[in-house]
């Protein structure tokens, strides 16, 4: 009734609210960057289903998505600021690092890169595609074409995975866009691992980036874009891991056990180089928190580094907050 809390205020209302905001009695609060991210992935896993003895992933299409250079080429031709405008309606950050400006270790040396065709139609070229009348071709003559996934109802990730498809279009890549009910494309993501590509969140954390250990060890339960099932006994072998991911998996071991603060900074930093340069995750943006309170609230007091997720939100200073003039039956 009375406010807004983060992660409430869309972006295609936050210009709206804006103009209204004298009028109807109210602040709105930028506190920066969230720690959350938005991103395209591809299905890397290069394993056979144990049950039926065929491969998750045509092998075919497992050489595209295992190439390097090929998810760069993606990575740099689509235009994340037209996301941000057209989307978020600029309630937001392009993002291309594993962790978001809103995190402590988040490494400011790896810079950001606008959308540019022609990189990455050279990308492709030197890995060996051939571009012929608009198709784009593998070093054997496949046609370069894939389904992208994200949850059915979300009306940005909609628009976000139609953005996707028409920047990919311009490399005469065909983009298969199907969303489907969340619950299957987690199942996709966690089980069956029968996916292409995917449009999809995950939240972050401000101060430990230890924090997304399950999302980037070799071995975790959320390393979306190779995951790797336990076995009967409940444990993830990952002895098919690639160099980087071992080298990513030996970081954050250092980092749950370093204390010094400077070579926490290396170690964190190593591991966005690593992920920038990889791209397993091909990061799109990250929101801005934005909350909004009426003015007859008093002591309201947000602030990025006491944000927690519900039900608490940014009432970090809960105890202190008070109605002005009291409440009137």
């Not at 993002?95 to 950001?112: G, Q, V």
């Not at 494309?185 to 691992?193: A, F, G, H, Q, R």
């Not at 292409?196 to 390393?223: C, F, Q, T």
């Not at 690593?274 to 309170?293: E, G, H, K, R, V």
Request: charged share 25%.
């Amino acid at each position: 009734i009375d406010f807004l809390d983060t992660r409430q205020v869309r972006g295609f209302d936050a210009a709206l609210m804006k103009q209204r905001e004298a009028s109807g009695g109210f602040t709105m609060h930028n506190l920066g960057a969230d720690d959350g991210t938005m991103f395209l992935m591809f299905n890397m896993n290069r394993r056979k289903d144990p049950k039926t003895g065929k491969f998750y992933i045509d092998p075919i299409k497992q050489k595209w998505f295992n190439d390097t250079k090929f998810r760069e080429a993606i990575s740099h031709s689509i235009s994340r600021r037209r996301i941000v405008d057209n989307v978020l309606r600029g309630v937001g950050m392009p993002l291309y690092t594993a962790e978001t400006p809103a995190n402590i270790y988040f490494n400011k040396n790896l810079k950001e890169y606008p959308q540019d065709l022609e990189y990455s139609a050279k990308l492709l070229k030197e890995a060996g595609y051939v571009l012929k009348n608009g198709v784009l071709r593998d070093s054997e003559g496949h046609k370069i074409e894939f389904t992208l996934n994200t949850n059915s109802g979300n009306s940005m990730r909609d628009a976000i995975c139609v953005m996707v498809a028409q920047d990919l279009k311009s490399l005469g890549i065909k983009v298969n866009y199907q969303p489907i009910e969340f619950n299957i494309l987690i199942n996709k993501t966690e089980n069956s691992l029968d996916w292409e590509a995917i449009v999809m969140g995950l939240s972050g954390d401000r101060l430990e980036p230890y924090g997304g250990a399950n999302v980037w060890k070799s071995d975790g339960r959320l390393h979306m874009f190779d995951q790797r099932l336990p076995d009967d006994k409940g444990v993830v072998h990952a002895d098919d891991a690639r160099d980087w991911e071992k080298e990513i998996d030996a970081l954050f071991e250092q980092g749950a056990t370093t204390l010094d603060e400077a070579e926490l900074h290396k170690i964190w930093d190593k591991f966005q180089v690593i992920a920038y340069d990889q791209n397993p995750f091909i990061y799109l943006y990250c929101p801005l928190i934005i909350t909004s309170m009426y003015d007859y609230i008093g002591n309201y007091k947000p602030t990025p580094w006491c944000i927690v997720y519900t039900p608490k939100g940014s009432l970090h200073n809960i105890e202190e907050i008070y109605r002005k003039g009291g409440f009137k039956d």
